[in-house]
C-alpha cells in the first residue's frame, strides 16, 4: 500500500510585512507621478 508523505496543514501561518518594507511601498508611491500625453502614459519618480 502506498504511504502518502504529504499532509495539509490545517491553518496557514500569517505572514506580515516588516516595517521597513510598508515604509518602502508608501515612500515609492508618494515620489511616483503618472503623467497622460495623447494615448501614451509616462512614469516619473521624483526623488
Do not use: D, H, W
Not at 29 to 45: D, P, Y
Amino acid at each position: 500500500m502506498a504511504k502518502l508523505y504529504s499532509k495539509r496543514k490545517l491553518a496557514t501561518p500569517k505572514m506580515l510585512p516588516k516595517k521597513e518594507t510598508i515604509r518602502l511601498i508608501l515612500q515609492y508611491s508618494c515620489a511616483l507621478n503618472m503623467i497622460k500625453v495623447g494615448n501614451m502614459n509616462f512614469e516619473n519618480i521624483a526623488n
